[in-house]
């Protein structure tokens, strides 16, 4: 009952809002001059065609080629170290990576975009004390790396909890059997911690993916500090412009099943392509 009324309803409603459209007769004033007709593919056809969007498209998807390495890089990096017999105050090391993962993403994105800001930034003035040059993180190319910093802060503790603990599933045997034959703390990563991991590590990249596609409150939030971040930077915020300041919740409803279809077949594509690697190693 909940899935139907907080899932399927709403996602049913805005297919069906999507083959709608608001048709106008005369000058749009009166009773009955503004109503709802059937649209067919006229939406759908617009959103494929419209170059905001495409573009928009284009910059997520150089943004989640900067995010997702890194973030899975860094986690995977973290996990293993805290996996590691070495390591000291684990427990505070965990919080301490996790913790920006509890913040919310807004309140992130406005913590770093004043962090950004050259006037109010205490990195540029340390940078100015020292004769440094002083690069404006909101502006241009590097404001790529600037949202892509925020989603990598703030995702790469909670990646980091889930590879770790499926590392901590592994039995100690294992690496006992390692030591014996002579294998090194980096060759036990190597050869066998990360191995071990792979499905966790897909899980996570799968995860990435799909935030990386949905990305919003990031840009949403450092628009106001910038003039790079248009209205329509994502796919999601072009939506969101549509419905509710433009007016067009027919055509944004369009858009944002293209979105959903399109999260949906990478996803699915993403996870055919790992369970076909996955019955190949098990068939060897």
Same mark, same amino acid.
């Given at each position: 009952?909940?899935?139907?009324?907080?899932?399927?309803?709403?996602?049913?409603?805005?297919?069906?809002?999507?083959?709608?459209?608001?048709?106008?007769?005369?000058?749009?004033?009166?009773?009955?001059? +503004? +109503?709802?007709?059937?649209?067919?593919?006229? /939406?759908?056809?617009a959103a494929f065609t419209d170059d905001e969007l495409l573009n928009g498209a284009l910059r997520v998807l150089g943004y989640g080629c900067i995010v997702?390495?890194?973030?899975?890089?860094?986690?995977?990096?973290?996990?293993?170290?805290?996996?590691?017999?070495?390591?000291?105050?684990?427990?505070?090391?965990?919080?301490?990576?996790?913790?920006?993962?509890?913040?919310?993403?807004?309140?992130?994105?406005?913590?770093?975009?004043?962090?950004?800001?050259?006037?109010?930034?205490?990195?540029?003035?340390v940078l100015d004390a020292l004769g440094l040059p002083q690069p404006d993180l909101l502006d241009g190319g590097p404001l790529y790396l600037a949202l892509?910093?925020?989603?990598?802060?703030?995702?790469?503790?909670? /990646?980091?909890?889930?590879?770790?603990?499926?590392?901590?599933?592994?039995?100690?045997?294992?690496?006992?059997?390692?030591?014996?034959?002579?294998?090194?703390?980096?060759?036990?990563?190597?050869?066998?911690?990360?191995?071990?991991?792979?499905?966790?590590?897909?899980?996570?990249?799968?995860?990435?993916?799909?935030?990386?596609?949905?990305?919003?409150?990031?840009?949403?939030?450092?628009?106001?500090?910038? /003039?790079?971040?248009?209205?329509?930077?994502?796919?999601?915020?072009?939506?969101?412009?549509?419905?509710?300041?433009?007016?067009?919740?027919?055509?944004?409803?369009?858009?944002?099943?293209?979105?959903?279809?399109?999260?949906?077949?990478?996803?699915?594509?993403?996870?055919?392509?790992?369970?076909?690697? /996955?019955?190949?190693?098990?068939?060897?």
């Amino acid at each position: 009952m909940l899935f139907v009324l907080f899932f399927a309803l709403p996602i049913g409603y805005a297919v069906w809002l999507s083959f709608r459209k608001v048709k106008v007769s005369g000058l749009g004033l009166g009773a009955g001059a +503004r +109503r709802e007709v059937w649209a067919g593919l006229e /939406n759908y056809t617009a959103a494929f065609t419209d170059d905001e969007l495409l573009n928009g498209a284009l910059r997520v998807l150089g943004y989640g080629c900067i995010v997702v390495p890194v973030m899975l890089g860094l986690a995977l990096l973290f996990a293993l170290m805290l996996d590691s017999e070495k390591v000291r105050l684990s427990p505070f090391t965990r919080l301490a990576i996790f913790l920006p993962y509890a913040i919310p993403g807004v309140v992130a994105a406005l913590l770093w975009g004043f962090l950004y800001l050259p006037d109010v930034s205490p990195f540029h003035f340390v940078l100015d004390a020292l004769g440094l040059p002083q690069p404006d993180l909101l502006d241009g190319g590097p404001l790529y790396l600037a949202l892509s910093n925020i989603a990598v802060w703030g995702g790469t503790g909670f /990646n980091m909890i889930v590879i770790y603990t499926a590392l901590r599933a592994v039995p100690g045997e294992v690496y006992e059997a390692a030591k014996l034959d002579g294998a090194t703390p980096l060759q036990i990563a190597l050869r066998i911690k990360i191995p071990m991991v792979a499905p966790s590590l897909v899980l996570t990249f799968f995860f990435s993916i799909i935030a990386t596609l949905q990305v919003f409150s990031e840009p949403m939030t450092l628009k106001p500090l910038t /003039n790079s971040v248009s209205t329509t930077w994502s796919p999601l915020m072009k939506v969101y412009r549509d419905a509710f300041r433009t007016g067009d919740v027919h055509g944004a409803s369009a858009q944002a099943v293209i979105i959903a279809l399109a999260t949906l077949l990478l996803s699915f594509g993403f996870l055919r392509v790992a369970n076909r690697r /996955n019955e190949g190693e098990a068939t060897r």
